[in-house]
């Protein structure tokens, strides 16, 4: 079954350290999103890429960065981590340019210490 | 930036009892969309609505998307100790962006 994948599922990091967080998607969808979540905020969008090559900033994207080199992977940079990222993130993946239905992966913990 | 305003922020039902929740916005919206997210794992999809005025079912849940394309609402009629979790609703704009609800936490009394 077609499914989308996070990980690591938790993550300890030190302030000032670099960060990846891997999201991989076998739904060959074209749309591929990150969004971090704090009480009280829901969901917010850092970055989206509607294709390979193709990456847009979203509302939180300061401090954090994305590249997208194939259809199924959009990994989350987090150049230096501060500990205002600590956070859960939602990787979320949906097929064609303008579709709305977004599938979720199951996030990531990370914490900034 | 465009935000949606939820409510009610949490609820305290008892088994049984039918949910209302509902979302709005000064802005219009093309789509609306209800996701449900249990702990330590990601939203899934619960009902999307397409057009002002439609009301669609998915088993005991209906949500309506408002005829001024403002709002929308989400109903839970009996409910049973599995619906507990957190209720987002999302809403499309005109610049094809999902704009994100704050979430309803749904919690059962035993």
């Known amino acids: 079954d077609a499914e989308i994948t996070q990980s690591p599922r938790h993550k300890i990091t030190e302030t000032g350290r670099q960060v990846t967080l891997a999201c991989h998607q076998t739904w060959n969808h074209n749309n591929m999103f990150w969004y971090r979540q704090d009480l009280g905020h829901g969901l917010r969008l850092i970055h989206y890429s509607y294709g390979v090559q193709d990456t847009n900033k979203g509302e939180v994207s300061d401090g954090y960065s994305v590249s997208r080199s194939n259809t199924e992977d959009l990994p989350l940079t987090l150049e230096s981590a501060a500990s205002s990222q600590t956070s859960v993130y939602f990787c979320?993946?949906?097929?064609?340019?303008?579709?709305?239905?977004?599938?979720f992966g199951p996030g990531t913990r990370l914490t900034v210490l | 930036g465009q935000q949606l305003n939820q409510s009610p922020q949490s609820m305290f039902i008892q088994e049984g009892e039918d949910v209302s929740m509902n979302c709005t916005s000064s802005?219009?919206?093309?789509?609306w969309l209800w996701y449900k997210q249990d702990p330590g794992e990601g939203p899934v999809l619960l009902i999307a609505l397409y057009k002002a005025g439609e009301l669609t079912s998915n088993g005991r849940l209906t949500a309506q998307f408002g005829i001024t394309r403002k709002d929308s609402f989400l109903n839970i009629s009996a409910s049973i100790p599995s619906d507990v979790g957190i209720y987002f609703c999302?809403?499309?704009?005109?610049?094809?962006?999902?704009?994100w609800g704050a979430g309803t936490k749904l919690i059962i009394k035993p």
């Open positions: 999302a809403g499309m704009d005109s610049n094809y962006q999902l704009i």
């Open positions: 802005s219009i919206f093309n789509t």
């Open positions: 979320a993946s949906s097929d064609g340019r303008l579709t709305d239905t977004q599938y």
